[in-house]
Antibody
Framework: EVQLVQSGAEVKKPGESLKISCKGS????????IGWVRQMPGKGLEWMGI????????RYSPSFQGQVTLSVDKSISTAYLQWSSLKASDTAMYYC????????????WGQGTLVTVSS | QSALTQPPSASGSPGQSVTISCTGT?????????VSWYQQYPGKAPKLMIY???KRPSGVPDRFSGSKSGNTASLTVSGLQAEDEADYYC???????????FGTGTKVTVL
């Protein structure tokens, strides 16, 4: 069974750094792109970027370029999303997803990681 | 890159059909066959319902169908059931410099 298991909820203060994770199992982790999606409270879905675990090729959505960093550790089938300096506006649910079928759609999703940034 | 435009809401009675539109540009929806649709219940992760405009993943009922004309894609839910009440989002490939773009989302209500 294909699974993406994300790290637990985080509560942080503005200016702090954070790295959340997404561990894949049940499939060849290095041969599928992994995408990250933000959902702010009560709002819609937003693509943040995608990363190919095989060679770490990364593409960021323009709105998120320079704001976050995507990375992978293929030795442990884990993708990461990190911030160097959180803002209150980063408060959201973050999902990772596998881009399967043709590689252009998210066919498997993690359960989500809730990040709360508050002073 | 702006979000694709969807109507905020749509509704229908059980057994009826509802169609949701997703309007983009020639740089996304109109330029590629990679339009997908997602269903999301409150507090849950999205679920893929349609990919490549009109293909259904295994396990998705054939009541769900997709199509595209020009810069507008559509999702039709036929034979509405109570369990179809959810938020629906379209997504499109938008070129190598912009991984993907989502629609604004549509809340479907079963009356």
């Amino acid at each position: 069974e294909v699974q993406l298991v994300q790290s637990g909820a985080e509560v942080k203060k503005p200016g702090e750094s954070l790295k959340i994770s997404c561990k894949g199992s049940g499939h060849s982790f290095t041969t599928y792109w992994i995408g990250w999606v933000r959902q702010m409270p009560g709002k819609g879905l937003e693509w943040m970027g995608i990363i190919y675990p095989g060679d770490s090729d990364t593409r960021y959505s323009p709105s998120f370029q320079g704001q976050v960093t995507l990375s992978v550790d293929k030795s442990i089938s884990t993708a990461y999303l990190q911030w160097s300096s959180l803002k209150a506006s980063d408060t959201a649910m973050y999902y990772c997803a596998r881009l399967g079928y043709s590689g252009y759609e998210a066919d498997q999703w993690g359960q989500g990681t809730l990040v709360t940034v508050s002073s | 890159q702006s979000a694709l435009t969807q109507p905020p809401s749509a509704s229908g009675s059980p057994g009826q059909s509802v169609t949701i539109s997703c309007t983009g540009t020639s740089s996304d929806v109109g330029g590629y066959k990679y339009v997908s649709w997602y269903q999301q219940y409150p507090g849950k992760a999205p679920k893929l319902m349609i990919y490549e405009v009109s293909k259904r993943p295994s396990g998705v009922p054939d009541r769900f169908s997709g199509s595209k004309s020009g810069n507008t894609a559509s999702l039709t839910v036929s034979g509405l059931q109570a369990e179809d009440e959810a938020d629906y989002y379209c997504s499109s490939y938008a070129g190598s410099n912009n991984p993907r773009v989502f629609g604004t989302g549509t809340k479907v209500t079963v009356l």
